[in-house]
Nanobody, 115 residues
Framework: QVQLVESGGGLVQAGGSLRLSCAASGSRISISSMGWYRQAPGKQREFVAVITSGGSTNYAGSVKGRFTVSRDHAQNTVYLQMNSLKPEDTAVYYC?????????WGQGTQVTVSS
């Protein structure tokens, strides 16, 4: 079982930046991918970004060029650097980790972008 602890959400004005972190812990961790999803009020949870164990990344079209996902292998931590934030980026952001073919979710962190 993988435990995930997220941090870094908050309130920011449009055009600003935030960085989210998600640290994974547990026994016999073998992570194949770490990523982020988000869920805005009244909407379904949607994919944001992912980074694989090999370092490949993929982004949703709505965030490409503004968000950057990265990973610290030694710390089993994934980051999401969010720049040029827009009000439509407001959502609860969830960390997603696949380890030993099992998917785990973080508790979510609120990101609010004011106009």
């Amino acid at each position: 079982q993988v435990q995930l602890v997220e941090s870094g959400g908050g309130l920011v004005q449009a055009g600003g930046s935030l960085r989210l972190s998600c640290a994974a812990s547990g026994s016999r961790i073998s992570i194949s991918s770490m990523g982020w999803y988000r869920q805005a009020p009244g909407k379904q949870r949607e994919f944001v970004a992912v980074i694989t164990s090999g370092g490949s990344t993929n982004y949703a079209g709505s965030v490409k060029g503004r968000f950057t996902v990265s990973r610290d292998h030694a710390q089993n931590t994934v980051y999401l650097q969010m720049n040029s934030l827009k009000p439509e980026d407001t959502a609860v952001y969830y960390c997603n980790v696949i380890s030993n073919y099992v998917e785990s979710w973080g508790q979510g962190t609120q990101v609010t972008v004011s106009s």
